[in-house]
């Protein structure tokens, strides 16, 4: 691997996994790590894209606190992860998707503010367009302390999914790297999450979470890659059933509450996006049919599913088009 940088005293290595998103890390850097001037973080870039344009994009930067390793474009873009983090060499770090951006001086100060070595996990939600359910159901006014492993896995798995949602203690990943290969074996797009609970597990860390406005959406974030190739029922409900049910006992982790608390919370399944999911391919007669157990397990009101199966997708495909000229008129 080709890397860029020298080694730093930081305390937190931000892993930025990309593939094929230069224009993504070229807002990263001109908007947010550039304008870093803290100490804490240093920035690892972990690509596994098909060109060129983002290790030059890296190069031309040549600033010291950025790293850049590269990948063969065939590695599955989890195992890529897991490898990064097990490779990193500060005591914390940050998974960070390129489509969240976070303004890192704010982010130093909240963690110095709330002596951050103290945790386990520190998580972070942004703040921008929550949902009613987090609103009604969660403190967002400040940091949550909880002891108990269970009780923050109730409360912030859903949100802990997010690359982007969790600053983590590297020991709690190292003192249950073997766990981590079930996960893999199943190729689970929630291996880190999952993983990340079973270290919380296993030595009983102090956790926080706080909902927190320095956190937003990159422009430039293209659509996932599980909703181009149609995998959203695939990985948020099967993979997403079976990797909690591979997680220690000490957790809830087969209650109805917990299983349907995941879509309820991210609203990935409220009526119009599961409308939206209908019209991009993502929920077909084929699909429903295939996964209809684990729909039923971990969507709430299902029957809006099979409501969306109703809607012919040419007719939501239309319906998208003259919306999009709305917006533009």
């Not at 690509?47 to 065939?74: A, G, P, V």
């Not at 003192?175 to 981590?180: C, P």
């Not at 990985?235 to 995941?262: A, I, M």
Request: aromatic share 14%; proline share 2%.
């Amino acid at each position: 691997m080709a890397m860029k940088g020298k080694d730093s005293i930081a305390k937190i290595t931000v892993v930025m996994p990309t593939y094929n998103r230069s224009a993504c890390i070229q807002y990263q850097l001109e908007n947010y790590f550039n304008n870093y001037s803290g100490n804490l973080f240093i920035f690892e870039i972990h690509d596994s894209s098909t060109n060129d344009e983002t290790q030059e994009m890296i190069q031309d930067c040549n600033n010291e606190k950025i790293r850049y390793l590269r990948y063969s474009s065939s590695i599955n873009g989890d195992i890529k992860t897991m490898q990064a983090i097990q490779n990193v060499k500060t005591d914390y770090y940050f998974l960070l998707g390129d489509g969240v951006c976070v303004d890192f001086n704010a982010l130093e100060k909240h963690l110095m503010d709330i002596d951050y070595l103290r945790y386990g996990v520190v998580g972070y939600r942004s703040s921008h367009g929550l949902c009613k359910a987090v609103h009604k159901d969660f403190d967002t006014s400040g940091t949550t302390d909880i002891n108990e492993p269970n009780e923050f896995f109730m409360k912030y798995f859903w949100a802990l999914t997010l690359y982007g949602s969790a600053i983590v203690k590297k020991e709690l990943i190292l003192s249950v790297q073997h766990n981590a290969e079930k996960y893999m074996d199943i190729a689970s797009p929630f291996m880190h999450v999952c993983t990340m609970f079973e270290g919380i597990a296993r030595n009983g860390s102090l956790c926080a979470f706080t909902f927190v406005d320095f956190i937003k959406g990159n422009p430039f974030k293209q659509e996932s890659g599980w909703k181009l190739e149609k995998r959203a029922i695939e990985f948020f409900c099967y993979k997403y059933y079976e990797s909690v049910l591979l997680l220690p006992d000490c957790y809830n982790k087969g209650s109805r509450k917990f299983l349907t608390s995941h879509n309820t919370y991210s609203n990935l399944f409220g009526f119009i996006p599961v409308l939206r999911l209908r019209q991009s391919g993502n929920i077909t007669f084929q699909i429903v049919k295939k996964y209809r157990f684990y729909i039923k397990q971990t969507v709430a009101h299902h029957i809006k599913i099979c409501i969306a199966l109703c809607f012919p997708r040419f007719l939501l495909n239309w319906a998208k088009k003259i919306h999009k000229i709305c917006k533009r008129g």
